[in-house]
């Protein structure tokens, strides 16, 4: 994913701050599936583009206030509020002060300018990564769907909650069964991304192939259980420590490893690998699928 892409999408939200935009129209405007597009924003900025968009209203919006006669109604409503009064809670979240006060001298306001998008390479810092080619393959998975919008939202807490609860529930443990000893490796998968849409599947599972007891694979199929299919493609692998790791990981890809490579992220689904048999400290690997544009 150029960074180029998302420079672009904040100019279209500046262009359209005032009409009935969020993030999905704003990655539509760079054809970028709206997962895809929410997920690099936070990664990049440290904010949704939800949060930006709602900073930046609220910014001219106190301009507004204090530079002309507009009642504060007409304000509320050319910057996406329904109602003064949820105008007015927003507004004193934001600025500390209400639209009335605003619109009087000294008031003091907070100032959100627009974002400028640069990447600063920085001496000294190693990231390791290997790059891999993978076969067309098949999982079995337990899978849940998360909006887009929220899954970075709340400090990252949505899939380790996912995690806990299919452990608490005991869905994992019974398709590691299906496996050989010493093969029961798992698979945290993100995706795949469906366009127009405003969420996304995560899947926790398991590789279907040879070693995989296919006699048992329809009654978990019947019991809510899903196959996915991944289709061949190159994978940049990165091994994570921790699970902290992992969004250290995602920070680094879109910071580093994209601006530096020429890589560009592929549509497909990512994942986490889960060794059965971790060696040498390995938490995880992120296997993420990448491609160069022609």
Avoid at 9 to 18: G, L, R, V
Avoid at 72 to 78: L, Q, S, T
Avoid at 120 to 129: A, E, F, H, L, Q
Avoid at 176 to 201: I, Q, S, W
């Amino acid at each position: 994913m150029p960074l180029h892409l998302i420079q672009q999408a904040i100019s279209y939200m500046e262009e359209h701050i005032c009409e009935n935009i969020n993030y999905v129209a704003a990655a539509k405007s760079v054809h970028m599936s709206g997962y895809d597009f929410h997920r690099a924003f936070r990664f990049l900025t440290g904010m949704t583009a939800t949060e930006y968009i709602r900073n930046r209203r609220l910014t001219l919006a106190a301009q507004e206030l204090q530079s002309t006669s507009a009642p504060v109604i007409a304000i509320a409503h050319k910057y996406g509020y329904e109602s003064p009064e949820s105008f007015s809670k927003a507004f004193l979240r934001f600025h500390g002060s209400t639209p009335k006060q605003a619109q009087k001298k000294g008031a003091k306001l907070h100032l959100f300018n627009p974002l400028v998008i640069k990447i600063t390479v920085k001496g000294g810092s190693i990231m390791d990564y290997r790059m891999e080619h993978s076969k067309a393959k098949k999982y079995l998975v337990v899978q849940k769907a998360f909006l887009n919008e929220t899954l970075l939202d709340d400090n990252g807490q949505s899939i380790p909650d996912f995690w806990a609860d299919c452990h608490q529930k005991n869905l994992i443990e019974p398709m590691k069964a299906l496996r050989p000893d010493k093969k029961g490796d798992l698979y945290g998968m993100c995706g795949p991304v469906r366009e127009n849409e405003t969420h996304f599947y995560y899947g926790i599972g398991i590789l279907v192939d040879a070693d995989t007891d296919a006699d048992k694979l329809e009654e978990f199929l019947q019991n809510g259980y899903s196959i996915w299919e991944t289709q061949p493609a190159d994978y940049a692998v990165f091994q994570c420590t921790s699970v902290d790791g992992l969004g250290e990981t995602w920070d680094k890809f879109y910071k580093e490893f994209i601006p530096q490579t020429g890589y560009v992220q592929a549509d497909g689904p990512d994942y986490e690998y889960y060794p059965e048999i971790a060696k040498n400290g390995l938490f995880c690997e992120l296997w993420v699928p990448v491609y160069r544009p022609a």
